[in-house]
């Protein structure tokens, strides 16, 4: 069985498992909605501040949640299943695309729900349509990869899953900065290339640590 | 096709080997400044089953996941089917090793065949072979229940279909007859003989050494990480 058929594997088990639980679209889809939906409540409705803050709340958002949804499969797994995993004889590095394969369709369903709430509640305009789904797609390959990562580190310590967010807070920086600023920039007539590049490099620097590390840290 | 043992169950043609199937020389497991196995000799030869029992805490689980190559030893060397536990050589055996543990390892939102079919794919094993693996282990009927909605003891069944259907080269059993009826005891030591009858090795773990003997051909015992 090839690498990617491996691949492919991991990823239908994790979305058939995330199908029957219903954890994503039941659970931390409706929880990301009404953190949208508390912030106007909060501060008023005061339209041109809301729509002024809508876009980089939705981004802010995305990346709190969005680990939450990285990280679900592999800290929620037991010592068991990770024995049996490993004597499947799949390759780790498989095991680890897919797992972030998983995690990025999710991803990808999350942040167009949660786009479509902000745009009706913030009333944000959306002069760089053409950009969301491209930021879209990267931020959750992003965050998937980074999520499915620190779960691998995190997930054989006792209590350890504690220490997701501060793995993982710096690591998605340049992913929020780089989604929020590409917007920007572009509303203010400039060219968002820049922190589009950065964003990519960020997701690459990401895979190849993952799918290096992916051995080591089966045995941890 | 092979000659059978009680339940139908196949066995595979046996394999003919002077070297031991598992090796164990000096291997000592830390976890942090604590030995869980100190110092171990233990070596299993083809067609032999092994009998491992011992007090609580005595290393018997971890000798267990040291064999099944799932953890390194922190001294020593060893082999399990030729590949040196110390070198990437021993993830290519890991699909010829079956372990069932005391604790189910399967997915509690999949149905018991959808479980078995995850591990058929993996070994690229047609999923025909899944029904009948179900069928010999009494589950044929549950075999469309979530995990989560199974008895402990069906579920450790269901691990034990998957053995059936993986036919590994070493088998490595933890307290394999807790929660299993008579029926399913019987189960489990005919697949220990189908392992050990195609030229295969077993591990056996347990307290019951009595309802081990059954099937085992030696005793050892485990003391204060180290073969007592």
């Known amino acids: 069985m090839g690498f990617f058929s491996q691949a492919r594997l991991i990823t239908s088990r994790d979305l058939v498992r995330e199908r029957r639980s219903g954890e994503v679209l039941w659970v931390t889809l409706p929880f990301g909605a009404i953190a949208l939906l508390l912030v106007p409540m909060a501060i008023g409705t005061d339209a041109p501040l809301l729509e002024q803050v809508g876009t980089g709340l939705f981004w802010a958002i995305v990346m709190l949640f969005g680990v939450l949804i990285s990280i679900r499969q592999t800290t929620g797994e037991t010592q068991a299943q990770r024995d049996q995993l490993a004597l499947t004889g799949i390759d780790a590095a498989a095991i680890y695309v897919g797992r972030a394969t998983a995690s990025f369709v999710l991803l990808v369903i999350f942040e167009v729900v949660l786009g479509l709430v902000t745009i009706v509640l913030y009333d944000v305009p959306v002069s760089g349509w053409w950009l969301v789904p491209i930021l879209i797609t990267i931020v959750a390959a992003g965050l998937s990869l980074l999520g499915t990562l620190a779960a691998s580190i995190v997930s054989t310590g006792r209590n350890a899953a504690a220490l997701v967010p501060l793995l993982v807070a710096p690591l998605s920086i340049p992913l929020l900065i780089g989604a929020t600023q590409a917007l920007e920039v572009l509303d203010l007539g400039g060219s968002s290339l820049a922190w589009v590049l950065m964003m990519i490099v960020s997701t690459l620097v990401l895979a190849v640590a993952g799918v290096l590390s992916a051995r080591p840290l089966q045995e941890i | 096709m092979g000659p059978t043992t009680q339940r139908g169950i196949r066995t595979l043609p046996p394999v003919i080997s002077d070297e031991p199937l598992i090796h164990l020389a000096s291997v000592s497991v830390r976890a942090g400044a604590t030995h869980i196995l100190r110092d171990l000799d233990l070596d299993v030869r083809a067609g032999e089953a092994l009998g491992v029992h011992g007090a609580n805490g005595a290393g018997k689980t971890t000798l267990l996941r040291l064999a099944a190559t799932l953890i390194r030893p922190s001294s020593g060397s060893g082999t399990v089917l030729g590949a040196s536990l110390n070198s990437e050589s021993r993830y290519d055996v890991r699909h010829r090793i079956g372990y069932v543990g005391h604790v189910p390892g399967l997915y509690p939102e ?77 189960l489990v030591d005919a697949i220990v003989e189908r392992t050990t009858a195609s030229g295969g090795a077993a591990v056996l773990v347990s307290h019951d050494r009595e309802r081990v003997s059954r099937v085992a051909d030696r005793f050892v015992e485990i003391s204060a990480g180290g073969v007592a």
């Open chain 2, 110 to 186: 999949l149905t018991l065949r959808e479980n078995l079919e995850f591990t058929a794919d993996a070994h690229s094993i047609d999923h025909t072979a899944v029904a009948s693996a179900l069928d010999m282990v009494g589950l044929g009927a549950a075999s469309d229940r979530q995990a989560d909605r199974c008895s402990h003891g069906m579920q450790r069944r269901a691990e034990f279909a998957r053995v059936l259907m993986t036919t590994p080269a070493v088998l490595l059993l933890d307290e394999p007859h807790s929660a299993l009826d008579a029926d399913a005891v019987d």
